[in-house]
């Protein structure tokens, strides 16, 4: 199966399994997009910006000795947006709607970009 068809069943996963999850994004560490689950196509401008985001938080964990990236998570007026590593190539995003469970959308987030991670290490 297509990378971008494996990537968003897993996205689609996740959307289904944490209802306050609005949708996610999955794009390659340079801002291309791989996949969408949005219901409004923003999904370029999402891309871009989260691997914009990923690298500065990557380096500012390198530059304070403080591990591997597993994920930066912005608390807006709106909701949130949670950014994770899968893999070494891309990048997860994920927005979700204010008064979200903040526990279960990192959980189900990072088992989600785990998930991606390995599709993505399948299809090289």
Do not use: Q, W
């Not at 971008?4 to 291309?32: C, N, Q």
């Not at 709106?78 to 959980?107: D, I, M, Q």
């Amino acid at each position: 199966m297509e990378l971008r068809h494996e990537v968003l069943k897993e996205m689609v996963l996740l959307r289904e399994r944490t209802p306050d999850i609005k949708g996610s994004v999955a794009s390659t560490i340079d801002g291309l997009t791989i996949a969408c689950d949005l219901a409004e196509d923003t999904s370029e401008h999402v891309s871009a910006l989260a691997a914009a985001l990923v690298a500065m938080s990557r380096r500012m964990l390198i530059l304070a000795g403080r591990g591997d990236l597993e994920e930066t998570l912005v608390s807006g007026s709106a909701g949130f947006a949670a950014f994770y590593s899968a893999g070494p190539t891309v990048v997860l995003t994920v927005l979700a709607e204010p008064g979200a469970n903040l526990g279960l959308l990192r959980l189900e987030g990072r088992k989600t970009a785990a998930a991606v991670a390995a599709v993505a290490a399948g299809n090289k």
